[in-house]
């Protein structure tokens, strides 16, 4: 069964570096995500993209972030300068087409510890 | 705006029995509601979603959540618990703009032996 991979599965960063949090979606999925899980709360949503655009980004998306599809089948998430509180588990998920219908597959996640 | 709530952050039951995680919802429009569960360690894993239709679902595992419109309700149930079914459970709505989900806050249910 395809599933949404992600790595690395736990990454560890000191306070103002750069991270990329990798995601391999479902191969004939259009729509991905982002979402991050700070420890002990709900999941909340970060970006979407499709079409290589971002569709709609939540006020948590600063311009810390970003989001790219280098090629035809990793989709990633970088953060440019880390702060404490961008500690949390990150999941990328995808979708084969609009939301709305169709539910979303998520991965198993990065959690990511900034120091 | 679209939201979901589950009031119960833990629900406790004994193996066998029946099982009811809660979940009520606020949307403009048509409800599109999921249920996830997560295992420790591991990603969202998608049980069933309601779109239209009989208000009775089925999914995954075993597990079903009725949708009551009057209510604003989609709770998850099951008829026999079983501790393999010891995880969180998330009750997700669609924004209207379909790209992304709303969470609750999560249930961690717990089925004891």
């Known amino acids: 069964e395809p599933e949404v991979t992600q790595t690395p599965s736990h990454q560890v960063t000191q306070m103002g570096q750069e991270v990329i949090l990798r995601c391999v979606p479902i191969?004939?999925?259009?729509?991905f995500y982002w979402y991050r899980q700070i420890l002990g709360q709900k999941v909340e949503f970060l970006v979407s993209?499709?079409?290589?655009?971002?569709?709609?980004k939540s006020e948590i998306f600063d311009d810390q972030f970003s989001v790219e599809r280098p090629d035809g089948s990793n989709f990633t998430l970088k953060i440019r300068s880390t702060k404490l509180e961008d500690s949390a588990m990150y999941f990328c998920a995808s979708s084969e087409r609009v939301a709305g219908v169709n539910e979303q597959f998520f991965g198993p996640g990065t959690r990511l510890t900034v120091l | 705006a679209q939201s979901v709530a589950q009031p119960e952050d833990q629900v406790n039951v004994a193996e066998g029995n029946p099982l009811t995680v809660k979940c009520t919802y606020s949307?403009?429009?048509?409800?599109?509601l999921f249920w996830y569960v997560q295992y420790p360690n591991r990603g969202l894993q998608f049980l069933l979603k309601?779109?239209?239709?009989?208000?009775l679902v089925k999914g995954s595992y075993g597990f079903e959540a009725e949708f009551n419109k009057s209510q604003t309700s989609f709770h998850l149930k099951k008829p026999s618990a079983l501790v393999s079914d010891s995880a969180l459970y998330f009750c997700a709505v669609r924004d209207i703009s379909f790209n992304k989900f709303y969470f609750g806050s999560g249930t961690k249910l717990n089925v004891k032996p």
């Open positions: 993209f499709y079409n290589n655009e971002i569709s709609e």
């Open positions: 191969s004939n999925h259009l729509y």
């Open positions: 309601y779109i239209t239709g009989d208000n």
């Open positions: 949307v403009s429009g048509n409800p599109y």
